[in-house]
T-cell receptor, first 115, second 114 residues
Framework: AQSVTQLDSQVPVFEEAPVELRCNYSSSVSVYLFWYVQYPNQGLQLLLKYLSGSTLVKGINGFEAEFNKSQTSFHLRKPSVHISDTAEYFCAVSEMNTGFQKLVFGTGTRLLVSP | KAGVTQTPRYLIKTRGQQVTLSCSPISGHRSVSWYQQTPGQGLQFLFEYFSETQRNKGNFPGRFSGRQFSNSRSEMNVSTLELGDSALYLC?????????????FGEGSRLTVL
């Protein structure tokens, strides 16, 4: 079984400042890793994913994440945030090679960007 | 290309009633998954359907059921509603083969049980 830990439930930051949202996972098998974003009253949108290859993954809206296998982490970063980045961010994993689609999500981190 | 469409967006039911939620996936997508989102439990996997067959099921009681039709549209049903079933129910679709890991989510159906 897999589990995902997002230690920070809320991260306040000023506009144009850098931000890092932390994600650690636990799994006995190899996993794929994802970050999704949820804006108020909307569904989830994929920001980026790590399937294989380069451990630094770039996504939409200037976000990037780095997969660290030894630390079982997949932290999300953005060098300069905008007000419009205010949303809830979810880290998720899925087991490789299962033939079906099931995501295990963390509890989410609310990013609050203020002017 | 139209996105994932969920209906109804909002609904209110009373304890003991049943509810049916509908999901129309993106055209060409054959896999439909359902997730329950609550403030206390977060996002939890309910089940996934591919080509009208349930491929995987989460840890929910039998009151939660689903099905998928030949056009890939899916419905989920919750019978004998309990207060704890109040949640945002999210549907997600994907091609379901050659797994790339990207699920496309609808805006959800917000269920309130009184």
């Amino acid at each position: 079984a897999q589990s995902v830990t997002q230690l920070d439930s809320q991260v306040p930051v000023f506009e144009e400042a850098p931000v890092e949202l932390r994600c650690n996972y636990s799994s006995s098998v190899s996993v794929y890793l994802f970050w999704y974003v949820q804006y108020p009253n909307q569904g989830l949108q994929l920001l980026l994913k790590y399937l294989s290859g380069s451990t630094l993954v770039k996504g939409i809206n200037g976000f990037e994440a780095e997969f660290n296998k030894s630390q079982t982490s997949f932290h999300l970063r953005k060098p300069s945030v905008h007000i419009s980045d205010t949303a809830e961010y979810f880290c998720a994993v899925s087991e490789m090679n299962t033939g079906f689609q099931k995501l295990v999500f963390g509890t989410g981190t609310r990013l609050l960007v203020s002017p | 290309k139209a996105g994932v469409t969920q209906t109804p967006r909002y609904l209110i039911k009373t304890r003991g009633q049943q509810v049916t939620l509908s999901c129309s996936p993106i055209s060409g997508h054959r896999s439909v998954s359902w997730y329950q989102q609550t403030p206390g439990q977060g996002l939890q996997f309910l089940f996934e359907y591919f080509s009208e067959t349930q491929r995987n099921k989460g840890n929910f009681p039998g009151r939660f059921s689903g099905r998928q039709f030949s056009n890939s549209r899916s419905e989920m049903n919750v019978s004998t509603l309990e207060l704890g079933d109040s949640a945002l129910y999210l549907c997600a679709s994907s091609y379901g083969q050659g797994y790339t890991g990207e699920l496309f989510f609808g805006e959800g159906s917000r269920l309130t049980v009184l």
